[in-house]
């Protein structure tokens, strides 16, 4: 399939996936209010329009990491991503690494960290969630660090998980054992392509990354439960150092919504911070990440790597981010639809589209090169 727009793929992934993995891909917590505004706060976003300088030549290429992109964007960390498509996150990893951008890899993934190496000679970001069993994190760590992943995203806004009533709604995390495992069944025999492509030929379901914490029961309903239980919430920046002590490469921290959290992570020595509110799953009601960014990259310019995400779904929103003071922009549901509908040509395909409209809207602000785009890109 072709589709015109980002936001095509979201519809068709709600034609492909079982309800209840569409839901999960698609939903926030509570009423969804921070998962609405981030779309349309960045929507709403009113860029200056130029004319007459010379545009014959764009170049959206930038340097995040010491790590050369094509564009600045990456594939942000979404967990289950493998169920979206045939061992997804492989198939996710080689369209960004084909397409010059980073791919990050979920700690929660259904392919662990060996199998997407495996299946992508280039190297991709590693994001690490705090679970209790420090010696298992240090493992994990140096499994990461052995299979060369350049950047590790530290992401600290899920001490615990939000409520999200949609999952329970559609039988994710409402219906406890044989009765939701005959729930689920029942609406992936509504979508036999993915029952037969996912369902039997995407074996094994599991959590690539955490299988050995799981046991060899590791089915959906055991992670939902297994996160609330092993998801680490005494965490504090003093854990920072634990993660320090264990990875030597660039350490991003995600889940940055206040400038005075963006200044401890700068005093704590982070090398990038992502403003994000998780995609609106975790505390609804916070800040779009649109409204949350501009007091953030005052608080501190210069200091480290700015990085955004939330609500993006087109080349103009990117454009957007980055005139509101990020470096650079992760995309969350908009690949994983694209995954989900087209498996890896539809991900290559986001990135195309994100590219030509980056392009026009570069082209319209007067901004040649990446760098140009800023607050003077911003209408008054
Ligand atoms: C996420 N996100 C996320 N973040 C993270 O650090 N680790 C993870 O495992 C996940 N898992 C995850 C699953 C799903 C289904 C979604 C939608 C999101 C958050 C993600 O990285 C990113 O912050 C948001 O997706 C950005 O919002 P948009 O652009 O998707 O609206």
């Not at 992570?265 to 949350?292: E, K, T, Y």
Request: charged share 20%; with cysteine; net charge neutral.
């Amino acid at each position: 399939m072709r589709a015109a727009s980002i936001g095509d793929y979201r519809e068709a992934a709600r034609r492909r996936l079982p309800h209840f993995l569409f839901e999960y891909f698609d939903g926030g917590s509570y009423a969804e209010r921070t998962l609405r505004a981030n779309i349309e706060d960045l929507q709403d976003i009113a860029l200056r329009q130029r004319v007459l300088t010379d545009v014959s030549a764009i170049d959206l290429s930038t340097t995040l990491f010491d790590q050369k992109l094509a564009m600045p964007v990456a594939l942000g960390p979404i967990g289950l991503a493998g169920m979206a498509a045939r061992r997804g996150e492989v198939q996710a990893a080689r369209a960004a690494a084909a397409r010059g951008v980073p791919f990050t890899l979920s700690t929660v993934s259904a392919c662990s960290l060996a199998e997407v190496a495996r299946g992508c000679p280039t190297p991709f970001w590693f994001q690490l969630y705090m679970v209790r069993d420090r010696g298992f994190l240090h493992a994990l760590l140096e499994e990461a660090h052995e299979i060369a992943c350049p950047v590790l995203v530290f992401t600290v806004d899920m001490p615990l998980p939000g409520a999200r009533y949609r999952d329970v709604r559609s039988g994710l995390s409402g219906a406890a054992g044989l009765r939701g495992q005959a729930r689920r069944i029942g609406q992936a025999m509504t979508r036999p392509r993915w029952a037969w492509d996912v369902g039997i030929r995407g074996r094994p379901h599991q959590l690539g990354n955490v299988a050995p914490l799981l046991g060899p029961r590791s089915g959906l309903e055991d992670f939902l439960g297994w996160m609330k239980d092993n998801f680490d919430a005494s965490v504090t920046w003093a854990d920072l150092d634990f993660v320090r002590a264990h990875w030597k490469g660039p350490i991003v921290i995600k889940g940055i919504l206040d400038p005075d959290d963006a200044h401890r992570a700068a005093d704590a020595g982070a090398d990038g911070i992502i403003v994000s509110n998780h995609g609106g799953r975790q505390l609804d009601g916070v800040p779009s990440v649109a409204r949350a960014l501009p007091a953030i990259a005052d608080a501190v310019a210069g200091r480290l790597t700015l990085l955004a995400d939330g609500g993006v779904r087109s080349g103009l929103d990117v454009v957007r981010m980055l005139a509101l003071g990020a470096q650079g922009v992760l995309l969350g549901r908009a690949w994983a639809f694209a995954l989900a509908a087209d498996g890896e040509r539809g991900v290559q395909h986001v990135l195309d589209l994100i590219d030509a409209e980056m392009r026009v809207a570069m082209a319209l602000t007067g901004a040649t090169t990446v760098d140009r785009i800023g607050a003077g890109s911003l209408a008054a």
